[in-house]
């Protein structure tokens, strides 16, 4: 299952090269105006990694795929876009405490916090402990139509991803 869109194909390409590598942050910034096009890329990426096929694309049997799919991977930790007006600190205070804990399946883990502008304040600051002491083999992924109105410490910390609109032919 594949829920990329095509022409996010190569973004992933890249970065699962630099996370095979060693050579990406632990931390990205996805931005884009398309909220849903965030979430996709998002879920496609962590997807990616969760495969024990290790492919550029998840092969949808494998175990890892299977827990994805079924949405009961232990390693992946999503916050959802919330009807609620803003994130609070407590839902980061949970995501930090199992960041601490050891991957169930031996493999990366993955926290993708979707409408990461819907953190407020406290939440952003209570981020920064996982930003500034990351735990190995953990990928944080923030989803954002607006990065400006997340606090410049948390922005600093982040590589940034700005997906890209697709082409007439695509």
């Keep these: 299952m594949n829920l990329s869109l095509p022409w996010h194909q190569v973004a992933i390409e890249r970065l699962l090269a630099r996370w095979r590598d060693g050579l990406l942050s632990h931390s990205l910034i996805v ?10 890329f998002s879920s496609s990426f962590a997807h990616v990694l969760m495969c024990e096929v290790h492919g550029t694309h998840p092969c949808g049997e494998c175990k890892g795929c299977r827990l994805v799919t079924a949405e009961t991977h232990a390693d992946l930790f999503v916050i959802p876009p919330l009807d609620e007006a803003s994130i609070r600190v407590d839902v980061i205070r949970e995501l930090i405490s199992w960041s601490q804990k050891t991957a ?3 493999r990366a883990k993955i926290a993708i916090i979707q409408r990461a502008e819907r953190m407020n304040r406290n939440a952003q600051n209570a981020l920064l402990k996982l930003l500034e002491e990351p735990t190995d083999q953990t990928l944080l992924i923030l989803g954002t139509s ?14 940034r991803v700005v997906l890209n609109k697709p082409s007439r032919s695509e």
């Design 31 to 40: 931005e884009s105006n398309d909220a849903a096009a965030i979430g996709r």
């Design 104 to 106: 169930q399946l031996g």
């Design 146 to 159: 607006s990065p400006q109105t997340l606090l410049p410490t948390v922005r600093s910390r982040c590589e």
